[in-house]
């Protein structure tokens, strides 16, 4: 999961298995080891050339056509599924870009709480109070039963007639009738709180393991300059997270922008189709209405925008560890 | 936080140092804190078991109310309805999460493996374009692929939510890192006595890499437990569908028979909920460490 390339690569095999006669030097058993290496990597590579290369190539290839699965041959039409996409007008441009827009919202709305709640969990956790281990269990729990319950389960407390949620606020004197699943700004309340509900346990219990990294003489040292709760929290635990945080923001962030199951089970992507995220958008234009070609130029565009995360992900996990190696 | 400091650095990491009184007052609030928070995150579990022991019109009439008195009726009338086949939809769940993770175990150790220590030509070529994808959204994999599983005629099968998704890139660089952190010398041994690379492979180094594929194990399992987009797209048959797609073409068809709906989450999920309950330190763990370590 962290990737950390730098140290990956550093060790060439021939020393590691010490094979005696050295390497190379004889034609023959240089083609037999490289026999050997490919024997072991055939069963994955034929999984990955298929299911993975040639995909991601058959993808470029489908956008750049007019793709039907109704015709027997399709028609190459260079860059016209991308223009339209960047065409005010066209027939998908306008749906597109809003269901864009509904992923960008959906990142910059949760992932502040999916880092802030499961960091505020894990420091209280991280107190090594009796029970800990059950606390950590509960709040990974909803983990474990996927989306499909979630989404179920919630549609029911969320439901504005019959939903507990809406009661419980009602005996406390708010509002009972908030259209949680059904209207704006509520549908992404809902959204973003069972998100929360559903991951925080999976980020919580990375960063217990994060903050069981850091040097308790660190923590020592700040207890003999005396330091309050507040200062050690920022001059030790935080700077002491840094790769972790790192790594949970990134993941969290293009888990986010991979939303598809809470919007397409609790909101239908509705109203309108304010809360339709790009990949419900795409699967849809894809797999339900046969727009193979400007689906694919779609999940391209996508892509675009989530590998432009990943490198600054990449700048930031390298300063890193060149930081460590200093 | 600072009376978290006063641990002394010699203590096992387990077993801190109790210090009472000045730690009281902060733990007290932590508690209440947590204990808030985990009434949050069960609650909605409690409220779709009590829905789901209601009669539907115990449910329609008084949702607030705790069922009375409690009733398999749900239960019955999903069980009986035929319809949606719920126990077949946790079996399929079972069988393609494991099978898809036998088939990562399998291929993943064993490209990890000639990555990791076996010298040949195009090596760097082939890991480089195994990294690359680490990079690739899955959703850009989606139509090609589902034009490729229709190809093969593996629309509606368990193969389609198996075979595809066993191309673990993820896998094979998460064991090559641990290969490559085995003391060479114990392979050398078994190089001195004769073994040839298979034999190394399975009889030294998998051994040895036993916590590693216990961890990604979990971690497949789990991926291909929660999947969810996929299998709405290729499985069509309610007899052939997983738990995801299940339960929510379920809420669909049972739409306000809210006592059933629950009663379908509740099957769907308790099974689930007791496995975790026996599995969660390795479960955590894995998930954890891989995250952290990777």
Redesign the interface.
């Known amino acids: 999961m962290a990737i950390d390339l730098a140290a990956t690569t550093a060790v060439p095999a021939d020393r590691i298995v010490g094979r005696p006669g050295g390497r190379g030097r004889r034609p023959a058993a240089r083609r037999r080891r490289t026999l050997i290496a490919y024997l072991f990597l055939a069963p994955f590579l034929a999984l990955f050339v298929t299911f993975v290369i040639v995909p991601a190539v058959f993808g470029v290839w489908i956008s750049l056509t007019n793709w039907s699965p109704f015709r027997d041959s399709q028609d190459f039409i260079g860059l016209k599924n991308y223009l339209d996409l960047f065409t005010a007008g066209s027939t998908t441009s306008a749906d597109f870009w809003n269901s864009m827009r509904a992923t960008g919202l959906f990142v910059v709305l949760s992932v502040p709480f999916l880092v802030v709640v499961p960091l505020f969990i894990a420091v209280l956790l991280n107190r090594k109070l009796r029970g800990a281990t059950f606390f950590r269990t509960v709040f990974f729990a909803p983990y474990v039963l996927g989306v499909a319950i979630v989404g179920v389960i919630w549609s029911y407390v969320f439901d504005t007639q019959s939903g507990i949620l809406n009661h419980l606020l009602g005996l406390f004197g708010l509002p009972s009738d908030t259209p949680w699943v059904v209207d704006t700004p509520w549908v992404w309340v809902s959204l973003v709180g069972v998100t929360v509900w559903w991951t925080a346990g999976l980020n919580t219990v990375i960063f217990l393991a994060g903050l069981k990294g850091i040097n308790t003489d660190l923590y020592e040292a700040a207890a003999l300059d005396g330091a309050g709760a507040a200062r050690t929290f920022f001059s030790v635990t935080l700077p002491g997270l840094r790769p972790v945080m790192i790594f949970i923001t990134t993941t969290t962030i293009l888990a986010s922008a991979n939303m598809f199951g809470q919007s397409f089970l609790l909101t239908n992507g509705g109203p309108g189709n304010e809360t339709r995220t790009a990949i419900m958008y795409i699967a849809d234009q894809g797999l339900s209405q046969n727009n193979m070609a400007p689906a694919s130029a779609m999940s391209y565009v996508l892509f675009a925008f989530l590998a432009i995360i990943s490198v600054v992900n990449f700048r930031l996990q390298r300063e890193r560890s060149e930081k460590a190696a200093s | ?2 009376d ?4 002394p ?1 010699t203590t096992k ?1 387990s077993r ?1 140092v109790r210090r009472r009184s000045p ?1 009281r007052a ?2 007290l609030t ?2 209440a ?2 204990g808030a ?2 009434l ?3 609650f ?2 409690i ?2 078991l009590l ?1 789901s022991v209601k009669t539907d019109a115990d449910a ?1 009439r008084n ?2 109310a705790l069922p009375s008195p409690p009733s398999l009726e749900a239960y019955q009338t999903l069980l009986l309805s035929g319809q949606q086949p719920i126990f077949l939809w946790l079996w399929n769940s079972f069988a393609a999460a494991t099978l898809q993770t036998v ?1 990562i175990l ?3 150790s ?2 990890a ?11 760097n070529i ?2 480089g ?3 690359a ?16 599983v229709e190809n093969f005629g593996w629309l509606d099968s368990i193969l389609a939510i198996t ?5 673990s ?2 896998g ?3 064991l ?2 641990f290969f ?1 952190g085995i003391p ?1 010398e114990i ?2 041994a078994a ?1 001195i006595d004769g073994a040839g ?2 034999r190394i ?1 399975f009889q030294v180094a998998l051994p040895l890499a036993r916590p590693a594929l216990a961890t990604l194990a979990v971690l497949s399992f ?1 991926g291909n ?2 999947d ?2 996929w299998p ?2 290729v499985l069509l048959s309610p007899e052939n569908m997983t ?6 073409m ?2 669909g068809a049972f739409r306000t028979h ?1 006592g059933i ?2 009663a ?2 509740a099957i ?2 308790i099974p ?2 007791i496995l ?2 026996f599995a ?2 390795q ?2 763990d894995s ?8």
């Open positions: 936080m600072t978290t400091a006063v641990r650095a990491p801190p730690r902060g733990d932590a508690y804190v947590l928070l985990a949050v995150v069960i909605p579990l409220w779709m829905t329609v949702p607030y088939l399998v291929t993943a064993m490209a493996y000639a990555l990791a220590r076996l010298d040949f030509a195009g090596r082939v890991f374009l195994i990294i994808t680490l990079l690739v959204p899955p959703v850009v994999f989606l139509i090609p692929n589902y034009l490729l075979v595809p998704g066993a191309a890139a993820f094979v660089f998460f090559r890192q490559l060479p392979e050398e190089r690379d298979f492979f789990l437990w929660n969810f987009l709405v797209y738990l995801q797609p299940g339960l929510a379920l809420q809210f709906v629950m379908g989450a769907a999920s689930v909920l975790f309950a969660q330190r479960i955590v998930v954890a460490g891989a995250a952290v370590k990777g």
